[in-house]
C-alpha cells in the first residue's frame, strides 16, 4: 500500500509539472498568434507594436530573411527557437541577408535579455546570446534604440 502511495505522488508531481511548463509556455503558442506582437516595457505599459511573420518550421528558421531588399518599420521575423534541438546551439548570423537588422533575444517569459543592435548585412560572422533564447524578434536595424526597447521588457504574444 505504502509502494503504491509513493507512485501516486511521484505521479501527481509529474502531473504538476508538466501543467505547470505547459501554462508558464502559453504566452508562446506561435502558430496561434494573428500576426502582432507587443513589446512591453518592464512596468508593463506598451512600447510597440510589430507585425510579424513566424518560422514555423527549420526551413523557415534558417532562411529568415534572407534575400529581403527592406522589411516595413513596424514589422519583423520571429523566430521559435524551441524548434532547434536542444543539443544545437542557438546563433544567428547574416549570410544573404541585405538589410541591417536588430536581433531580440527572449526567454521562455517572454523576457529580452539580449539585444544586438545592426547586425551588418551579409556578415558570415556568429551571433551567439548569452544563453539559450525561446524566441528571436529580427526589426530594422536602429528600430529598438528607437522604440526604447531594453533588456528586462516583455514580448507579449498572448
Not at 18 to 37: V, Y
Not at 97 to 105: A, E, N, R, S, Y
Not at 123 to 138: C, F, H, Q
Request: charge should be negative.
Amino acid at each position: 500500500m505504502r509502494k503504491a502511495k509513493i507512485i501516486l505522488s511521484v505521479l501527481c508531481l509529474i502531473a504538476g509539472i508538466t501543467a505547470c511548463s505547459q501554462e508558464d509556455d502559453s504566452f508562446l503558442n506561435l502558430q496561434n498568434i494573428d500576426g502582432e506582437i507587443n513589446i512591453l516595457g518592464a512596468d508593463g505599459k506598451p512600447r510597440h507594436t510589430y507585425r510579424v511573420e513566424v518560422a514555423e518550421n527549420m526551413e523557415d528558421m534558417y532562411h529568415g530573411l534572407m534575400g529581403r531588399t527592406s522589411l516595413d518599420e513596424n514589422s519583423g521575423f520571429l523566430f521559435d527557437a524551441s524548434i532547434v534541438p536542444a543539443d544545437v546551439e542557438v546563433a544567428m548570423w547574416m549570410k544573404d541577408t541585405l538589410i541591417p537588422l536588430d536581433m531580440i533575444f527572449a526567454d521562455e517569459k517572454g523576457e529580452i535579455f539580449y539585444i544586438h543592435e545592426n547586425a551588418k548585412p551579409n556578415d558570415l560572422s556568429p551571433i551567439y546570446p548569452p544563453k539559450r533564447p525561446r524566441v528571436i524578434l529580427e526589426i530594422n536595424g536602429g528600430q529598438s534604440r528607437k522604440n526604447h526597447i531594453k533588456v528586462g521588457d516583455i514580448i507579449n504574444i498572448k
